[in-house]
Every structure is written in structure tokens, then in C-alpha cells.
């Protein structure tokens, strides 16, 4: 309980929350920002064979 009290009441506590809340909400827009161009990536190359394939 006396680590608890000290992650939420002292400077250097509340300095490592904010760091685990920066950290995890950076994995989180990075996870997004992967996905959305690999998405993109994909709808490319494939509109790419399928005009290469109609030729």
C-alpha cells in the first residue's frame, strides 16, 4: 500500500506515471500508424497486379 501512496503522492512517482502513459499511448498511435499504411501498402500492390494482369 506504501508503494501505492508513493507512485500517486510524491514528484518523482507521478513523473513515471506519466512516463508509462506517454510510452503506452506511443505504442498505441504507432500500432495505428503500422497498420494504416500497411493497409495502404496492400490496396496499392494489389490495384498494381491487377492493372499489370489486364494488360
Given amino acids: 500500500m506504501r ?6 503522492s510524491t514528484d518523482y512517482g ?4 506519466a512516463v508509462i502513459a ?9 500500432v495505428n ?8 501498402d496492400i490496396a496499392a500492390h494489389d490495384a498494381q497486379q491487377k492493372a499489370a494482369g489486364a494488360k
Fill in 33 to 40: 500508424y503500422f497498420l494504416k499504411h500497411i493497409k495502404a
Fill in 22 to 30: 506517454f510510452t503506452l499511448g506511443m505504442g498505441v498511435y504507432y
Fill in 3 to 8: 508503494a501505492l501512496q508513493d507512485f500517486l
Fill in 14 to 17: 507521478l513523473m513515471s506515471a
